[in-house]
Structure formats: structure tokens, C-alpha cells
């Protein structure tokens, strides 16, 4: 059944769409891998023959989620992650779309390397793949890649994974050529000399464990750079993954100002924060680190308002022997594609975000900002789209999880809602059962 | 054909150090007088004795091919004595200032100067040491007056008039002096003027010198008469202004699809040395469409026009 492509109506549902600001009761419609309809009533006598009629009473549909930032092994680190596994683990979060980071190994810098990813991404991966194309030449932050024929291969966007590129020259140049090709760049916030040895949040939580401690600054510091430099080329920018109340002030004046700036926050910075660290746990080792609950609420309440744009799940599966070391000898990093969204509601049940708002910053501005098909639920769009229950209780147990390594901060974590189904361009690629 | 029967063109000013400054007079009455030379350069005895008893000393702080020979030449065709000085043999290299080797060469008694220089402006802080007058054969990425000259002889000769002519610069104009040569030649002839280039190969502010910007070779070159490329300078780039020259041809290189763009009669230019399979393919460099081996021919003749209407104002001339 699960790889059957025949039309399906989900009825009774709670239909939430962000791109037309709707939510409420009805049917949606799907054959030949688009959405047909998606309104109050289809019922089941205005379906084609041998549609698939599934119930969703008390459940909400939704677009298929985008993934901005998640780390898949292939090439080079099979271990960590396969497009296969990945994908897999991607589908049973709700990501119908993976936005690859570029640090495999060969690197995603030339066009041949895109065209091997997507070719594997179709025989093996049961959801979208899209690969994010290095911004500099062998992450090197030395000299800009082909963004024209990158992009003319299936790059989406371009980044240096979780480098920042600290010459400021070839940060202008490169934001310049982009422009030209109204290429987005994706660019981690960190000024590695500002990081120095750092394994946590700098302050009071790290000075009691004895750890070295990053600051904000070494965000802000790049960030402002940045966007001083995005403001002279022109070009759009997208800060991969912002943690501090500082950054958000800067990423404010910014936009006031017009620059076409956006920026993510990952999973693990809305729903966690330095004290979940607690004792040594290297599982909430990751990098840039989990801040201040201040910090964390004033990224929630920026994804409210819009000023952050997008959440990414970050995923970043490591090693058991990479993870079982001393907390900073550990390797950062935590897993979330799989858990990214059952993550975020927790803060809708907390009453902190809309589920509209939760979910758009998860689909629909992803998509917007890498130009992708999806994210929405309009008649004539690709049929990505997952069913979920809200309210089911559950104990996230590790050994269940698809991704091939284990290292999630959410380990025996009691959470309250679920994907159900997922589908992707019509077809559905997970079921909870 | 009696050159003499012809008066020579007498330029008002003591040096050539840029198109900037020159009146639309002074380009005509210097590409008229070339034209004369054009013809003379195509017969059998070429020797003429306008600077007879004068001396050029061509002095080359960056090599040069083409535009020192060519110098070479058009001093030896009207007469001069012509010393070639090149970065390689000077004092230069030993420490001594741009300055100070003016100084001792003035102290020589040259007529005439033909200077490049690797630095912008070099050429004109060097003609305020000198008694002489100084030719700039190209300073840093600031002016090459003559190949502008001989560029403008080249459309005139292929095309008749260049006003209204729409003219576009490709490349590298960021560190072009050919390119910021021909931007003022063209726009005091008349000419609509455009550059394409990737942004980070265009100098900001460029819009305000009279050209129309473009990113996108279709665009830029559509309905051109003129398309005229510009070689990736390399040597003048610290750092990458383009990922590689395979973007860099795909995007900007001249090929015949791109070429298609402009007016079906368009005509291509390259002042050299071209980078074949970079900025330009070589079926276009080599085809109908292609002034580049014509240009060659052009130089000659207006720095022997340079030459002479500089000569001019010489004491005792």
C-alpha cells in the first residue's frame, strides 16, 4: 500500500495552510502527485474511482515540511547518514523536502558533485532531496564556487555548512557574484577565534561546570559584519541558525532597514536551553551552543512575530564513539529531523506559538526563500502534505528513531503529539500504525 | 604617397597622458592624420623623417608585446632613435625610485617618453620630473590612450561614423584601462556605451561615467554594432573575483550564440593578448566578424600620429 499512487482524500480534517492564512474543517484532494482541491465538502461522491479515502477526523493536515539545514553523510560519511536512512528518518518527522549542508565529503563544490547527490537522492531517498552547494571552494573560505553553474545543476543555495567565512573580502565578493544570480546565501554566524576552545554558553552554568564558555559576540560579531556587506552587494543573505537575544537586534535593524536579510533558528535553541546541558550531557552539545531560557524565549516570540523566519532541525547525527567522551572532547551536534516537529509543539501546547506560525516557519518560508515547490496547500501544488495528531502522548525512545545514529537531546523525552502520515508528490512514504 | 603633402595635426598640449582632456577636435584631427599613416605604412618604403635627429625612449615598467613594438616602430618609421627600456634591465630593480629614474633619464635629453607603468597615475608623476613630452602607453588600470585611438580608427575605418554607434565593453572592466580609455573616447564621439561584466568585475560607480551597466550578456549585447572584449586580467586580481574561467566563458565568454545577440553586422574587437576559451572562443576571434588582426595594423598608425602631432610642439621644432 505505502508506495501505491492513487488518489487520496483526507477528510474531516483540520486544514491548516499557512500561505492562504487558513485553517479549518474540511476535505483535501489529491491525485497524479498534486493537490486537486482543498475545501470544506469534497466528500467522498466527487472523488475519481479508486481514490483512497482516509478519515482525519481530530487530526490536522498540513504542508509537508522543508528543512533548511540537515547534515546527510552521503558522500563520504555513510555511517553517520545515507540519503537513505535520512530520508527515512526525514519522513517519519513530516520533512517532505531535505536541503542537504554541503560539508560531505568531497564537499558539494562543483557541479559534478550535485549531480551525483540527486541522482542517488532518486533511487534511494523516499523524500525531496535538495542539495545546499558549498559557498566557498572546499569550505575553505578562500574562494568563491561556480554559483552559476551550481545552481544551474540543482544547488538551492549556498553556504559553508557550520564555517563561517571570516575574510571579509571574499564575504563581499562572494555576495556580490551572488547577486547576479540571485543566488541565497546561507552563512553560519560564528567567528571561530571568538569560539577559541568554547563548548558552551558563556556565563554562570559554564563557570560552575568548569567549561570554556562561547559568547554572543562571536554570533553577532559576524552577523553584523554580514549584513553590512549584504547591505553594499545587494544580495540576499540568510543567517543559518541565530541563538541570542543580541543577534535579534541586530537582524531587526536590518530588516527595518530593507536589506533582503532572513535567518533560521534550529529546533534545539526554541525548545532547550544551557540548562539542559545539566550534567555533562553531550547530547546537548551543539554548536553554536544552547543559550540563556532568555534567549530561548525571545527566539520563540521572534518566530511569533516573523522576525526570524524559518526553523531548521539542524540534524546532525554522530557517532556513539564520537558523542561517549568527555563533554569537550565530545563532538557537537544532536539529531532532529525526525523530531523537529513534535518539538515545536510543545511550544504550541505551551501556548508560546501558533501551530500556523509554527508550521509556516517549517514549510512554507523555507520553501519561499530556496524557490521550492511546496509549503502550501493550494490546488495545483505538489502534493507534500502530513497528517497529524496533535495530542497523542508518547516516550520518544531512541531505538525507534530511523536516522542511523541515536544522538538526540529529546532521549526518553515525553512528548505530546505525532506525525501520522506523510506525503510526498502524492504518494504516502510513512504511516504510524 | 608624399606624407609631407599633408600638414601635420598639432596637438595642444605637451603630453598624451589620457583621452581624458582631449577635445572631440583633438581625436579627430589625431585619427585623420592616422589614417594617412594607415596608407603610408602600406607601401614598400615606409621611412620618414619627421623626428629625424629626436629620441624615444620607450620605457616599459610592465611587459608589453604588442604595444612597445608597435611603439618601436612608429618612431623608427618617422625617423626617431628609439631605445626600448624595459622593468627587467632598469635601476628599477635595483631600488631605485620611479622618480629618481625619471630624473636620470631627463638628464639625457630624450624628445619623447613612452611610459607604462603597473601603477595608476605613475605616468603622470612621472611626467611632471621630465622636460620631455611623455606618451602614457598605459598606466594601471586608469588610462591606454592610444589603443583607444586605435580602437576608435578601427570602428571608424569598418563602420564610417561612431556617432550613434552602440558600443559594448565585456569583461573585466573593473581593472581595464582600455576600457575606462574607450568609455571617455566613445561618449565624446557620440556613441551609446555599455559594459557587461559580473558585478564583482565592475568597478562601483561606473554608471556615472556614461555607460549603461548589464550583468547578463543577452541584454547587454543586444542590437550592439560593437562588441568589444576585454581579457580577464589575472595578474591585476588579489583574490577571486570569479569562481573560474569555466563560469566565466559559459557566462560572459564571447561565442557565437552570444554574438547572435547583437546587430547581425556587429563587429568584434579585442585589444589582446586574447585568453582563448576564456573571455572569447576562438572561432569567433578568427571569424568574419573579427577586427582583432586590424587593430594590430591601427596601432602603428596613430602612434606614429601620436608621435608626430606631439613632435610638433618641440623647442626648435
Excluded at chain 1, 531535505?98 to 537522492?121: G, Q, W, Y
Excluded at chain 1, 564520537?322 to 539529531?335: C, D, Q, S, V
Excluded at chain 1, 514549510?363 to 509549503?375: D, H, V, W
Amino acid at each position: 500500500m505505502l508506495n501505491e499512487r492513487r488518489p487520496i482524500l483526507l477528510t474531516n480534517a483540520r486544514i491548516v495552510d499557512p500561505s492562504r492564512d487558513s485553517d479549518f474543517t474540511g476535505d483535501l484532494l489529491i491525485a497524479d502527485g498534486v493537490i486537486r482541491d482543498a475545501k470544506r465538502g469534497i466528500g467522498a461522491a466527487g472523488v475519481p474511482e479508486g481514490t483512497e479515502i482516509i478519515d482525519c477526523r481530530d487530526k490536522v493536515v498540513a504542508p509537508g515540511l522543508v528543512d533548511m539545514r540537515a547534515f546527510v553523510g552521503e558522500p563520504g560519511a555513510d555511517y553517520r547518514e545515507t540519503l537513505a536512512t535520512g530520508s527515512q528518518a526525514a519522513a517519519a518527522g513530516g520533512v517532505t523536502t531535505i536541503v542537504m549542508r554541503p560539508d560531505t565529503t568531497p564537499a558539494i563544490d562543483e557541479p559534478a558533485v550535485v549531480d551525483f547527490i540527486l541522482r542517488r537522492a532518486r533511487d534511494t531517498a523516499i523524500v525531496h532531496v535538495r542539495p545546499m552547494a558549498a559557498l566557498t571552494k572546499g569550505l575553505k573560505g578562500e574562494e568563491m564556487t561556480e554559483f552559476g553553474l551550481l545552481r544551474a545543476a540543482g544547488a538551492v543555495a549556498f553556504s559553508d555548512a557550520n564555517r563561517s567565512v571570516t575574510n571579509a573580502q571574499v564575504m563581499r565578493r562572494a555576495l556580490t557574484y551572488a547577486r547576479d544570480f540571485d543566488a541565497l546565501i546561507v552563512h553560519h554566524t560564528e567567528d571561530p577565534s571568538l569560539v577559541g576552545d568554547g563548548v558552551m554558553n558563556e556565563g554562570e552554568f559554564a563557570a560552575r561546570l568548569g567549561l570554556v564558555g562561547v559568547p554572543n559576540a562571536a554570533e553577532t560579531v559576524i552577523l553584523e559584519r554580514d549584513l553590512r556587506l549584504a547591505a553594499l552587494a545587494g544580495a540576499r543573505y540568510h543567517a543559518s541558525a541565530l541563538t541570542c537575544i543580541d543577534s535579534l537586534d541586530v537582524l531587526r535593524r536590518a530588516k527595518d532597514m530593507g536589506v533582503p536579510v532572513t535567518a533560521s533558528c534550529s529546533i534545539n535553541h526554541i525548545t532547550l536551553n544551557e540548562n539542559d546541558v545539566g550534567s555533562y550531557r553531550t547530547f546537548c552539545k551543539v554548536s553554536p551552543p544552547l543559550r540563556h531560557e532568555e534567549d530561548r524565549a525571545a527566539l520563540v516570540r521572534a518566530l511569533a512575530s516573523g522576525l526570524i523566519d524559518t526553523i531548521v532541525s539542524d540534524h546532525d547525527p554522530q557517532d556513539v564513539e564520537t558523542k561517549r567522551l568527555p563533554f569537550a572532547e565530545a563532538a557537537p551536534g544532536a539529531i532532529g529531523i525526525e523530531t523537529m516537529l513534535v518539538a515545536g509543539l510543545r511550544l504550541v501546547h505551551n501556548q508560546e506559538i501558533e501551530l500556523s506560525k509554527l508550521i509556516a516557519a517549517m514549510s512554507m518560508r523555507p520553501a519561499e526563500l530556496l524557490g521550492l515547490p511546496g509549503g502550501n496547500l493550494r490546488p495545483g501544488s505538489v502534493a507534500d502534505v502530513i497528517v497529524l495528531d496533535l495530542n497523542v502522548p508518547w516516550v520518544l525512545d531512541p531505538n525507534e528513531l530511523k536516522s542511523k545514529c541515536k544522538n538526540t537531546p529529546f532521549d526518553e523525552a515525553k512528548l505530546q503529539g505525532r506525525v501520522v502520515r506523510t506525503i510526498v508528490a502524492g504518494r504516502t512514504v510513512y504511516e504510524y500504525v | 604617397m608624399d606624407i609631407a603633402s599633408q600638414p601635420p595635426f598639432v596637438l595642444s598640449q605637451r603630453h598624451l597622458l589620457g583621452i581624458e582632456g582631449l577635445s572631440r577636435d583633438d581625436i579627430n584631427g589625431l585619427l585623420d592624420r592616422a589614417e594617412h599613416f594607415v596608407d603610408y605604412n602600406r607601401q614598400i618604403n615606409k621611412k620618414q623623417s619627421t623626428l629625424r635627429g629626436r629620441t624615444q625612449i620607450n620605457l616599459f615598467f610592465e611587459v608589453s608585446t604588442r604595444t612597445q613594438s608597435s611603439f618601436e616602430l612608429a618612431g623608427k618609421r618617422l625617423g626617431a632613435d628609439v631605445m626600448n627600456m624595459s622593468v627587467g634591465s632598469s635601476s628599477m630593480r635595483k631600488g631605485e625610485t620611479l622618480i629618481d629614474t625619471a630624473i636620470t633619464l631627463n638628464a639625457m635629453h630624450p624628445d619623447i617618453l613612452v611610459v607604462r607603468h603597473h601603477a595608476s597615475g605613475a605616468v603622470e608623476l612621472l611626467a611632471r620630473k621630465v622636460d620631455c613630452s611623455v606618451i602614457n602607453a598605459g598606466d594601471g588600470s586608469h588610462e591606454h590612450p592610444t589603443q583607444a585611438l586605435l580602437d576608435a580608427l578601427t570602428i571608424r575605418r569598418n563602420k564610417g561614423d561612431i556617432e550613434r554607434l552602440t558600443v559594448t565593453i565585456c569583461g573585466d572592466i573593473l581593472h581595464s584601462r582600455v576600457a575606462r580609455s574607450n568609455i571617455i573616447l566613445l561618449n565624446c564621439l557620440g556613441a551609446r556605451v555599455r559594459v557587461v561584466a559580473p558585478s564583482t568585475l565592475l568597478p562601483p560607480g561606473i554608471e556615472r561615467m556614461g555607460v549603461e551597466v548589464f550583468r547578463d550578456m543577452r541584454e547587454g549585447l543586444r542590437d550592439a554594432d560593437i562588441v568589444m572584449m576585454l581579457r580577464l586580467q589575472r595578474e591585476r586580481m588579489s583574490g577571486s573575483f570569479v569562481p573560474s574561467s569555466s563560469e566565466y566563458f559559459h557566462y560572459f565568454g564571447l561565442d557565437e550564440k552570444k554574438l547572435s545577440y547583437a546587430k547581425p553586422d556587429a563587429l568584434v574587437m579585442h585589444p589582446g593578448p586574447m585568453n582563448r576559451g576564456v573571455e572569447i572562443e576562438s572561432g569567433v576571434a578568427d571569424g568574419a566578424q573579427s577586427l582583432i588582426r586590424e587593430q594590430v595594423e591601427m596601432g602603428v598608425a596613430v602612434r606614429m600620429a601620436a608621435l608626430e602631432a606631439l613632435a610638433q610642439n618641440l623647442p626648435n621644432a
